[in-house]
């Protein structure tokens, strides 16, 4: 179960964390997009270069100590197709490297549209009478505003493909609270949400207790972190909102059970562009990535203190 | 302002429908397959080949009497980044011809990264000192889930690129009701999504009084689509669900203003599979799907009667 294969990667490298590629240009070093623009007169072309090369060099002082990557759709969808093309070589790049890949892409749509969806990052499409993996991720994250009508074609698609999902239940953003705080006779939206994911991973529950329907639930709402821990006991935790967005330890903290599971971390920007700070030379971009990684995992480690499956 | 200028065209062609380009490869007539395949040895490209074939015979057959296209990103994806260049050729055809595109997306995320997501879908991005459009659709279906900070950087890029978004209200598949019909306190979930698409529509208004703030409201919901007319008077609908998931002319009247203006009615599969009824020869599907328009057009101006701006 592929939710099994990321619990495996984070207890075996005793890290919890995931980190986010969302390359903006401006966060890849300039000896680089030199590089790129020499080599191409189209921008896209130029600027979809670029984002190959950060990943990889990021992918490559990451591999061992980081279980996963979450490439966000949107920054590759942001330069072209010629972008979403390095999207697809990045998750194919991070796979020959033994990571797990979670597609950022909060997709969401109904029947035969959310079929299509899954199919194209999840499942094989076919072809002619062949079976071809489109983007091929592990995970994709999505939005259950739809319902039910919008969940069911993934978990056929997880089912029959061992992957897994993470659906958007409260989110880290100021605003997250417009919609998911409000409630619905005694319960919240984002509790209705909880439930619905606990009812839609039943029957895909992997041999450590969590399923193939996970949940993004912000690190910034610790309160809120801590009532679905224990609300959705078998429903796997996406974080974002460490670092950057104001989440330390001790929030992310509320997201993991008593072995130090039940969660993923994510941290993007204080990864990606770890280099722009304290006088680094650009040319270690990729070690300073690492370094941060390596501090983010002592952190979380601190305070849930030892991962055991 | 962007939702003016679908109104106009509309207005100019009396006809309140959009195409939706959603083509999977079992829609593309067997002669389309077989130049594809039989020119292209990479089955992702050949299946890309052959959908923009497929689109270009639509586009071709309906751009002087249907005003805009509404390709699904689901479909494209499905084709990897082949399936997504597809998309991006598609558009730029679609506006050579002087048709409106929505894409439809349903995208939706927060801050920097919903402003990648618009940038990429609407607007221009920057590159080594160049404006680039990435996919340049006129409009794009969003997903408000996650409140003000997922919408307020469309608003910025609508406002700077002249260009509109749909944000879901009211989908039209049968669980639609899970989520959106529940109540908070005495309004329903889809009432208060209304209420925040005119708010985020106010200072975005055009001169036939829709804002560039629209809203999807499924043709499969009467009742609701006439509520929904009546309290959000400044927003423009898209309306899905005529057709094949059951919503006639008599149902989706209600999503118009005295003027027959408000709504466009979205058709996918009755116009891209028009030739697979009836004994129609594959090589006219273009024609079949031209017909079917016009059938639809009638029909819905047989129920709304005139359209006036």
Partial sequence: MSMDLLIEKIAAMKNPTVAGLDPKLDYVPKYILDKAFAENSDPLEAAAAALYEFNKGLIDALYDIVPAIKPQAAYYEMYGW???????????????????????????????????????????????????????????????????DGIN??????????????????????????????????????????????????????????????AVVGATYPEQLKELRAKMPHTFFLVPGYGAQGGGAKDVAFAFDEKGLGAVINSSRGIMCAYKKAGCDEHDYAKAAREEAIRMREDILSAIGDITL
Same sequence: chains 1, 2.
């Fill in 153 to 214: 074609p993934l978990l056929k698609v997880c089912k029959e493909f061992d992957k897994g999902i993470y659906v958007l239940v409260k989110t880290s953003n100021p605003s997250s609270g417009e919609l998911q705080d409000q409630k619905i006779a005694d319960k919240t939206i984002y509790e209705t949400m909880g439930e619905m994911c606990e009812k839609w991973g039943e029957e895909l529950r992997g041999k450590y207790g969590y399923s193939a329907v996970g």
């Fill in 82 to 148: 010629q972008g979403v093309r390095t999207l697809a070589k990045t998750i194919e790049y991070a796979h020959e490297k033994g990571m797990y890949v979670i597609t950022d892409g909060k997709r969401n749509d109904i029947g035969t549209t959310m079929e299509a969806y899954a199919t194209g990052h999840l499942g094989m499409t076919a072809i002619n009478g062949q079976q071809v993996a489109a983007f091929n991720g592990d995970c994709l994250t999505v939005n259950g505003y739809l319902g039910s």
